[in-house]
T-cell receptor, first 113, second 109 residues
Framework: NAGVTQTPKFRVLKTGQSMTLLCAQDMNHEYMYWYRQDPGMGLRLIHYSVGEGTTAKGEVPDGYNVSRLKKQNFLLGLESAAPSQTSVYFC????????????FGQGTRLTVV | GQNIDQPTEMTATEGAIVQINCTYQTSGFNGLFWYQQHAGEAPTFLSYNVLDGLEEKGRFSSFLSRSKGYSYLLLKELQMKDSASYLCAADNYGQNFVFGPGTRLSVLP
């Protein structure tokens, strides 16, 4: 059972380049999330989805876009990368978040130079 | 709005007991989660409290007071492998999770 899988695990981008991070889960979860984690700031929610075909903004959505075309996949896009987007990105999924925990992928370490 | 606060760092000795506090101010709150995160790894679930009181799970216990907006994680018989960050999180109207900044615990021999 793979759980939540993120690709890639590491990436270096130049300022202005674009990229897509892929998150896949095999637990049939409805809810999926993208967080970024920076030193001293904990996990901050970028975007989330409450089901296939839906997306919503979180706390820090600017500069990112997402899509949830299939229930098992949640994509995070950076259209024009900036150094401020250097971070560790975590994808997570859950059943209803009001009473069940989130399962996390292993993270993507992104550096924008 | 959502606001969750935890101490930034704590240090304790192997074999001791440590209590990590978390205060929260959130609307649409259902329950409080605790996660453990080792350096360079993903967070993993430790506990969930929805009712007031203490939940015990082996060496780890978690407490919740909804009226005070307060929770703590109690770690007993500390081991070196418990050195990690501990994150408290609240669900947000059942839509997503809001995390605190995390407490980095160092266990010394």
């Amino acid at each position: 059972n793979a759980g939540v899988t993120q690709t890639p695990k590491f990436r270096v981008l130049k300022t202005g380049q674009s990229m897509t991070l892929l998150c896949a889960q095999d637990m049939n979860h409805e809810y999926m999330y993208w967080y970024r984690q920076d030193p001293g700031m904990g996990l901050r929610l970028i975007h989330y989805s409450v089901g296939e075909g839906t997306t919503a903004k979180g706390e820090v959505p600017d500069g990112y876009n997402v899509s949830r075309l299939k229930k098992q996949n949640f994509l995070l896009g950076l259209e024009s990368a900036a150094p401020s987007q250097t971070s560790v990105y975590f994808c997570a999924s859950s059943y209803y978040p009001g009473n069940t925990e989130a399962f996390f992928g292993q993270g993507t370490r992104l550096t924008v130079v | 709005g959502q606001n969750i606060d935890q101490p930034t760092e704590m240090t304790a000795t192997e074999g001791a007991i440590v209590q990590i506090n978390c205060t929260y101010q959130t609307s649409g709150f259902n329950g409080l989660f605790w996660y453990q995160q080792h350096a360079g790894e993903a967070p993993t679930f430790l506990s969930y409290n929805v009712l007031d009181g203490l939940e015990e799970k082996g060496r780890f216990s978690s407490f919740l007071s909804r009226s005070k907006g307060y929770s703590y994680l109690l770690l007993k018989e500390l081991q070196m492998k418990d050195s990690a960050s501990y994150l408290c999180a609240a669900d947000n109207y059942g839509q997503n999770f809001v995390f605190g900044p995390g407490t980095r615990l160092s266990v010394l021999p």
